[in-house]
Structure formats: C-alpha cells, structure tokens
C-alpha cells in the first residue's frame, strides 16, 4: 500500500481530484495518509477532515523555513509516507526537505515548463500571447519549478481568454494530469534518463 502526503496551502481542489481519483480506483493500492497545510484556515484542510482524513495544520508564519521543513518532514515520516505530492502548497522548499525524499516529491505548475515559472502563470501565459497552454506535473528539485518531468496536459489558449478564464480551464487539467502521474509514479514502471521521464524499458 502506497502512503501519500499532500501539501497545500488553499482551496486544495488537485486534493480533492487526487482523493476521488483514489476512491475511484484511478491510483491503485494507495491512501492519503496526511494532508498538511502552513496555513490553518485554508478551505482544502476543511475538505479533507469532511471527507475523514487526517489533516493537519503547520503554521509556518513566523517560523524559519528549515525549522517548519522538519516539523512537516517528521509528520511524513510519522505517517509513513512514501511520496509528497504539493498541490497548490506556495512555499519553496529548504534543500533538507527535498534531500529527505529524494525523488519522492511531485509538484502541480499551472504551465507548460519551462515556460512561465512562479507566481501567477496563467497572467504571465496570457501577457506573453502564447497560444498553447497548460500544467505540468514534475519532481520537485532544489530549483524553483525545475525538476524533471512527468506528465503534461496542453490547451489552446482562447482569443476571448484572460488570466482567470484560462485558469479555470488549466486546473480542469490539472485535475487529471495530477491523478495520472501518481498512478505512472507509483506504478514504478518508470526510468529516468538525462532528464527524460520514460517507461521502463
Ligand atoms: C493550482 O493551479 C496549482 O497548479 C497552482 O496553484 C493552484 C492551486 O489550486 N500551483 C502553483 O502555482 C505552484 N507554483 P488548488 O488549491 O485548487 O489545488
């Protein structure tokens, strides 16, 4: 059995996604052992104690990013957590964290990587004209939205689109490029080589 660990720091909706795609058998032998946000308040924690999970609140205002990384490294580690997935979680990493789960934790960008990393992607996507959009599921490295990667979903981007239209239609395939790439990750059928993420051969 696979344990997840999701992060998040708002709405949590790629939570809500990768919990029914579970629930749905779409990720096999796997359970959502802990959801943790830096932020008490955000709505996703909300969902995920209405659907019975264990969710946990870690505050990081006020707190050193490496003193935080440990508490949610021991709340993983607690919960025997074999893959980190940060949906919609706004916070960079210390390299503590990443070294603690060395190709184990996987990230959602709302663009078509390496185009368009940070914040507000969709704005930067819309103010740069380009017509092909999309998300990017990838293994979080020690650069910002960097690591190799897993899957992506492409989509048009609409003469009628601004940066909130657009991203109303991204997170809709966010929603199933997120699912997708845990199964491939889980499944363990994967090599990688270089950067290229390729099925075993
Ligand atoms: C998603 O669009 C995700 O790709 C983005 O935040 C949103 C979270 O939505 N993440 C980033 O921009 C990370 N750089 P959600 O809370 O509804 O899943």
């Given at each position: 059995m696979h344990n997840l660990g999701i992060l998040i720091s708002g709405r949590g909706s790629n939570f809500v996604a990768i919990a029914d795609a579970i629930d749905a058998g779409?990720?096999?032998?796997?359970?959502?052992?802990v959801v943790i946000s830096?932020?008490?308040?955000?709505?996703g924690l909300a969902a995920a104690r209405q659907r019975g999970l264990n969710a946990v609140a870690i505050e990081s205002?006020?707190?050193?990013r490496a003193e935080h990384d440990q508490e949610i490294i021991a709340a993983l580690r607690e919960n025997q957590v074999d893959l980190v997935c940060l949906a919609g979680y706004m916070r960079l990493l210390s390299p503590g964290f990443i070294q603690a789960f060395p190709q184990r934790i996987l990230n959602i960008h709302?663009?078509?990587?390496?185009?368009?990393?940070?914040?507000d992607a969709q704005l930067q996507a819309v103010e740069y004209g380009v017509q092909i959009a999309g998300c990017t599921v990838h293994f979080v490295d020690e650069?910002?939205?960097?690591?190799?990667?897993?899957l992506q979903r492409a989509l048009p981007v609409l003469e009628t689109d601004d940066a909130h239209t657009l991203a109303a239609r991204i997170i809709e395939q966010e929603h199933l490029a997120y699912a997708e790439a845990i199964a491939r990750v889980l499944s363990g059928r994967y090599q990688i080589v270089g950067r290229r993420f390729l099925p075993k051969s």
């Open positions: 779409k990720i096999p032998d796997t359970t959502i052992a830096n932020l008490a308040d955000a709505p205002r006020g707190r050193k709302p663009s078509l990587l390496p185009a368009f990393p940070g914040l650069q910002l939205d960097h690591g190799v990667i897993v």
